[in-house]
């Protein structure tokens, strides 16, 4: 069974605040990715990356970085916390392949800023 | 620019009944699509997917329906079950290049089987 697993379920930050996600999968994955879930919004890419050392910008990367140091993990990164990133923050990975692989999420982090 | 959508935010059916869930997409280069469901607090589970050389796949109580000259899919549900009861999102992707895969999601679809 392929698992992702992330750090938090639940996290409660101070604007201004610098706030780290991490997400680890152990099926040896290459690609592993970093949305946002909000209502009537459905899942925003926010960044993915398809090797070590490897990220690319989704569809809203701003007031976001990323490092991927290890291929089992992602870590997102909000540099200064913003109200407006209070969000359900979602990771997943999937296999390298030429056709559409799905890809496996891992639980969530419902993420709260203050 | 929301490359696939759900117009419906919500359906409602009787336990025992079929559920349709439909989606559209924009961009021609899509060739395989996926139904992902997502219970509250969990992360999505994938469900089904097709490819475009098909126009039907099946496993189970569940179906996708792919009409490629609509640019429209559907996911029935036979018969429903309470246990049903999630948001359902669809997802597309383009095999242009090895590697990736990218997503692009729907808004979602929330469905509540009434017992």
């Known amino acids: 069974d392929v698992k992702v697993t992330q750090s938090s379920r639940y996290l409660v930050k101070r604007t201004g605040e610098k706030v780290f996600l991490e997400c680890v999968q152990d099926?040896?994955?290459?690609?592993m990715f970093w949305y946002r879930q909000d209502p009537g919004l459905g899942l925003r890419l926010i960044y993915f990356?398809?090797?070590?050392?490897?990220?690319e910008k989704g569809d809203i990367p701003e007031g976001y970085s990323v490092s991927r140091e290890k291929k089992e993990r992602f870590s997102l990164i909000l540099e200064s916390a913003s109200t407006n990133q209070t969000s359900m923050y979602l990771c997943a990975s999937s296999p390298t392949g030429y056709y559409g692989n799905e890809q496996y999420f891992g639980p969530g982090t419902r993420l709260t800023v203050t | 620019d929301q490359q696939v959508k759900q117009n419906s935010p919500s359906l409602s059916v009787q336990e025992g009944r079929i559920s349709i869930l439909n989606c559209d997409y924009t961009?021609?280069?899509?060739?395989?699509f996926l139904w992902y469901k997502k219970y509250p607090a969990e992360g999505p589970t994938f469900l089904i997917s097709?490819?475009?050389?098909?126009d039907k796949n099946e496993d189970g109580r569940f179906t996708v329906f792919l009409n490629k000259s609509a640019k429209h899919l559907s996911l029935h549900i036979v018969p429903s079950q309470p246990g049903d009861s999630a948001v359902y999102f669809c997802?597309?992707?383009?095999?242009?290049?090895?590697?990736?895969?990218?997503?692009?999601f729907g808004t979602g679809t929330r469905l509540t089987v009434i017992p």
């Open positions: 990356s398809y090797d070590v050392k490897m990220k």
């Open positions: 097709i490819s475009s050389i098909k």
């Open positions: 997802a597309a992707s383009a095999s242009t290049r090895a590697g990736a895969n990218n997503l692009f």
């Open positions: 961009n021609s280069m899509f060739d395989y």
């Open positions: 099926m040896d994955h290459e690609n």
